[in-house]
């Protein structure tokens, strides 16, 4: 049965995004460490970001930071201007794993969101289709989280999100724990939701390939304390493949990316 795709139903909403001198620090044993020192970037409505850097750099932190997941130590988070204080389904967070309701089926993990808001049972049915079909959900409506595959549970995870119609949805490394085709599948796929409903997404990864084949820009960060090193414009053109990550330009990028990321990498194993 084809699903009618009722696209009226679905809001574009754009965040503009702004972190402002955002430092944060954790107490460990005692003692006051400063995981993020004075970070500040602003994301235009529509941009798909990428947060890239090694391990234990505070990529999540930031992340968190802007889901209102954890307050700053100092500084401000503003989405659409409005101050960030508390989580919100507004900002969508896809995680790594492990994410979804064991005990509810894919239609209604996707659906609970929408139940929380108390959207109308008909309309929520008729948006919840809408995203399975998007996804290749379908025929996994009645399915558990157990019955699904990683990159089918990332799937659900990805429009459990979108059918909230956030302004900013923020994954944290959400296809690290896939095999590398299904990653590709995933990344691809993200790409296609993305150039249609041109949501703002900041993405955390610290695979360099990954950053490049998705983002109009990297923020590359450093460690001890994390920072943003570096903003890098990733010029290539879109619809991107397969083959756009072989072109000249895009392994000159690499290059630099690896550059960048190397000298972080090795100062964060002296620290270790
Ligand atoms: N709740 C917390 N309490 C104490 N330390 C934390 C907490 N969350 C993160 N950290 C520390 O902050 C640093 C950055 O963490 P994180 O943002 O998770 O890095 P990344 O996502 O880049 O790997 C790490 O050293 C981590 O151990
Ligand atoms: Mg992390």
Request: glycine share 6%; aromatic share 8%; net charge neutral.
């Amino acid at each position: 049965m084809a699903v009618v795709v009722e696209k009226n139903l679905v809001q574009r909403v754009r965040g503009f995004v702004e972190v402002e001198n955002l430092s944060v620090s954790f107490k460990r044993k005692g003692h006051c460490v400063q995981v993020l020192d004075s970070v500040n970037f602003k994301i235009t409505p529509g941009e798909f970001v990428c947060l890239l850097g090694p391990s234990g750099c505070g990529k999540s932190t930031i992340l968190n930071a802007i889901a209102g997941f954890i307050q700053p130590t100092s500084g401000f988070v503003f989405v659409n201007k409005r101050h960030v204080d508390a989580p919100s389904a507004d900002r969508g967070f896809v995680f790594q794993q492990y994410s979804l309701l064991p005990w509810k089926t894919t239609f209604e993990n996707v659906e609970f969101g929408l139940k929380i808001k108390g959207t109308p049972k008909a309309e929520r049915t008729e948006l919840v289709d809408y995203y399975l079909n998007l996804v290749g959900l379908s025929k996994h409506r009645h399915s558990y989280p157990h019955q699904l595959s990683g990159g089918m549970q990332q799937r659900a995870s990805i429009i459990r999100a979108l059918v909230n119609s956030p302004s900013v949805l923020l994954m944290d490394e959400p296809f690290a724990a896939l095999d590398a085709q299904t990653r590709h599948m995933m990344q691809e796929l993200l790409l296609s939701i993305w150039s249609d409903l041109k949501t703002t997404v900041i993405f955390v990864t610290h695979d360099i390939e990954e950053a490049l084949f998705l983002s109009d820009r990297i923020f590359v960060m450093g460690v001890n304390p994390g920072r943003i090193k570096q903003q890098i414009d990733v010029t290539l053109a879109r619809p991107r493949h397969v083959d756009s990550m072989l072109s000249l330009d895009s392994i000159a990028l690499n290059r630099q990316v690896f550059e960048l990321i190397r000298e972080e990498t090795l100062k964060s194993m002296e620290a270790d």
